[in-house]
């Protein structure tokens, strides 16, 4: 389906790209729609997730620093924003297909998706280049405030909602359907964006897009693997593995188009294709 999804956002890229702000729209729903399923009383940290999440941050900011060392700023957003993105929520299903622990990787999912919340704000104000008008504080607040309702209020909502009308959380932890239809939706459109984007502006920096493709495999693949090698330590290696491996591929994307330099969104369309080899790899291998 993901082939078909990004083939349709790719040839139809001159009408679907107009529908670009529909697209934090639908990740807050698909947000709604997993968090509606998280039992928030079951949810228990454990050393390893703080560990991963250092890792997501501080590796964020270090691999940023080091390319834009070495090649360019835009490069550096490409393969950084790999790193920074959150743990997707689907990544359960890939979990629990692996036996992994899947109430570990919930946890962490949650966890990892309240830190970027605060930390990618703080990230794009410091390293972006949209709102160099503003001050730091102007610029902060613009982009925190989009951030917190994307990722945090789905998570407010799910809880009141089930405590105000359990029957109407019910029928929402019914629709689990709907965020695999949404999560395509949402993937054509931010790939006609993306194409849209390349096709007008793009010109000239083939040699950008193709090294933010080859370090975006780099980085999925040693995300996966030193996810898997701490998360053995503590008995949780698929955990680990899909929990730091595993990214918000269309919610990297809405950023890195949002508030980096759009080519840069390069980093996690490529990231979607590497983590859906290895993910179609592991599941082959745990099966056959």
């Not at 008995?235 to 929990?243: K, L, R, S």
């Amino acid at each position: 389906m993901m082939p078909i999804s990004m083939g349709i956002g790719i040839l139809s890229y001159p009408v679907l790209s107009q529908l670009a702000f529909l697209t934090p729209y639908l990740i807050f729903f698909m947000l709604l729609l997993s968090y509606s399923n998280l039992s928030v009383r079951l949810i228990r940290f454990s050393k390893l997730h703080f560990y991963l999440l250092a890792i997501q941050l501080v590796g964020s900011v270090a691999v940023y620093g080091i390319l834009y060392y070495f090649t360019n700023p835009v490069v550096a957003q490409g393969v950084m924003i790999c790193i920074l993105a959150p743990t997707a929520t689907s990544t359960v299903v890939i979990t629990g297909m692996l036996d992994g622990n899947m109430a570990s990787l919930t946890a962490y999912s949650l966890l990892s998706n309240l830190a970027v919340a605060i930390a990618a704000p703080i990230f794009f104000t410091v390293i972006g280049d949209n709102f160099n008008q503003m001050s730091f504080i102007e610029e902060f607040w613009q982009i925190g405030k989009r951030i917190f309702i994307l990722l945090i209020l789905p998570f407010i909502i799910s809880i009141v909602i089930s405590q105000v009308s359990p029957k109407s959380h019910s029928f929402i932890r019914k629709q689990k359907y709907l965020s695999f239809y949404l999560w395509n939706i949402a993937l054509i459109i931010v790939t006609a964006r993306t194409t849209n984007f390349l096709l007008t502006e793009g010109q000239g920096h083939f040699h950008l897009m193709i090294l933010i493709f080859g370090l975006a495999l780099v980085v999925c693949i040693l995300q996966f693997i030193t996810g898997r090698k701490l998360g053995k330590r503590y008995n949780d290696t698929v955990a680990g593995g899909q929990g730091l491996g595993q990214k918000n591929t269309i919610l990297a994307i809405w950023m890195a188009q949002s508030y980096l330099n759009p080519i840069s969104s390069i980093g996690p369309g490529a990231y979607i294709l590497w983590q859906n080899m290895i993910n179609s790899y592991q599941v082959w291998r745990k099966h056959h």
